[in-house]
Every structure is written in structure tokens, then in C-alpha cells.
């Protein structure tokens, strides 16, 4: 079975540019999540999506946004890029659901966005 | 503020030996503590999920313990091999106001094994 798939894997930008960035989760997991990872820091939470709803935000500026299709893959979109936007994009899916819990994250390998 | 604090931020350690990694944590209400093994330039991928009644949980050579009352958590390897050299998060979850489970990572422990 395929995993979580990101694409791409590396992206080039300059400041001011927008950028999308995209992600398919394992086959029966409807919820997904996005995450900024800087260097040498831990991931930071940006988006919960599931069913095509925003579960959760993290504190993020407006300049990010995020949408979930009906076939559960997902985009994240980061407008007007700064420097400080060059990280590594994680989007993580799960079986979540409203009434469960604990339940496991499947990391893809990140799209690496550098800006220039 | 939620927040995850590990210890050492790096550790290098000879192939074959021991070692363990720890996790203090102030995140409330707690829901579960997870232990992530991340490889650089890829994803992080799930060793162990402990909730608040699991004091300790294995997963091959990998050994998490959870202390909820002092709110810290350890993460012992056994045998280490050249392929454990990766960083290694620990990650708490809290249940947030809309139901669903806000995690909150710590920064990592780079572990290097050399042989």
C-alpha cells in the first residue's frame, strides 16, 4: 500500500511568490495535517482538515491556507513567501475521526521549500 | 503554554551500547505522548503511543516509559545499530476545545551512532 505522498519533494521560490504544495494520505484516512518543519526545530502544527473541514489551525498569519478534496488530498497554499517561510512541509494522515483518539500519524517525506 | 523540552540535543554513542533520551512535558489535558524516529530529510515515523495509564511501552529494541505525575517520559534503546542515527521527537497531545487532539513536538534528540 502506498504511503503518504508529497509533492514535489523540492521547491525554489523568491520572496513574494505564492506556493502549493500538495499531499495524498494512506487509502481510508480522511483526515490530514500540515506542518512547518525549520531546521534543526520540531514540526509546528498549521492545518487539520477532515471530511473537507478545518478541525484545527495553529498560529499561522493568513498568508497560509489549506483545502481538502473530496477524494481526502490536500493543498497547502502560502501566499507573499517570506524568507522565514523555508522549511520542510509535512502533511501527516490518520483514520481520525470526532470521536476517536490516540490515533497515528503517517508522516510523508516533506516538501523541502526554499526562498530566495 | 503547552510545551515539550528534551534532553540531551544531541548524543553520540558507540554501535552496541545503550542509551536513553528524555522527555519533560507541561501540556494539559493531556491526552497521549508519542515518540517519533526522524530521519533527515524525511518524515518522522511513529515508535510508540502511550496514554495516561500506560507507564511503559516497547517496540523492538525501543523502550518508552511515561511518568504522568511528574509529566516526564524516556526513550530507551537497546543494542544500538548505525541505523538508529536519526533525531528522535517527543510528541504530547491535548485535547483541544473543538475535540480533536492538538499535538505539540519537542525540538528532538539527534542521536549519531558510530561504530
Known amino acids: 500500500d502506498a504511503g503518504v505522498t508529497q509533492s514535489p519533494t523540492h521547491l525554489i521560490k523568491t520572496r513574494g511568490q505564492h506556493v502549493t504544495l500538495r499531499c495524498s494520505p494512506i487509502?481510508?484516512?480522511?483526515?490530514v495535517s500540515w506542518y512547518q518543519q525549520v531546521l534543526g526545530q520540531g514540526p509546528q502544527f498549521i492545518f487539520q482538515?477532515?471530511?473537507?473541514?478545518?478541525?484545527g489551525r495553529g498560529n499561522f498569519p493568513d498568508r497560509f491556507s489549506a483545502r481538502q478534496f473530496p477524494n481526502y488530498s490536500s493543498e497547502l497554499n502560502v501566499n507573499a513567501l517570506l524568507l522565514g517561510d523555508s522549511a520542510l512541509y509535512l502533511c501527516?494522515?490518520?483514520?481520525?475521526?470526532?470521536?476517536?483518539?490516540?490515533?497515528?500519524?503517517?508522516f510523508g517525506s516533506g516538501t523541502q521549500l526554499s526562498v530566495l | 503554554k503547552n510545551q515539550v523540552e528534551q534532553s540531551p540535543q544531541s548524543l553520540i554513542i558507540l554501535e552496541g551500547k545503550n542509551c536513553t533520551l528524555q522527555?519533560?512535558?507541561?501540556?494539559?489535558?493531556?491526552?497521549?505522548l508519542r515518540w517519533y524516529k526522524q530521519d533527515t530529510g524525511r518524515g518522522p515515523v511513529s515508535l510508540t503511543i502511550?496514554?495516561?495509564?500506560?507507564n511503559t511501552k516497547s517496540n523492538g529494541r525501543y523502550t518508552a516509559t511515561l511518568d504522568a505525575d511528574t509529566k516526564q517520559s524516556s526513550l530507551h534503546i537497546t543494542a544500538s545499530q548505525l541505523s538508529d542515527s536519526a533525531s528522535y521527537i517527543c510528541?504530547?497531545?491535548?485535547?483541544?476545545?473543538?475535540?480533536?487532539?492538538?499535538?505539540?513536538f519537542g525540538t528532538g534528540t539527534r542521536l549519531t551512532i558510530i561504530p
Open positions: 522527555c519533560n512535558y507541561t501540556v494539559s489535558p493531556f491526552s497521549n
Open positions: 487509502s481510508g484516512h480522511k483526515s
Open positions: 502511550m496514554t495516561f495509564s500506560e
Open positions: 482538515y477532515y471530511e473537507k473541514e478545518e478541525r
Open positions: 510528541v504530547v497531545s491535548a485535547w483541544s476545545n473543538f475535540g480533536n487532539e492538538k499535538l505539540t
Open positions: 501527516a494522515s490518520s483514520t481520525w475521526g470526532p470521536t476517536t483518539g490516540n490515533e497515528k500519524l503517517f
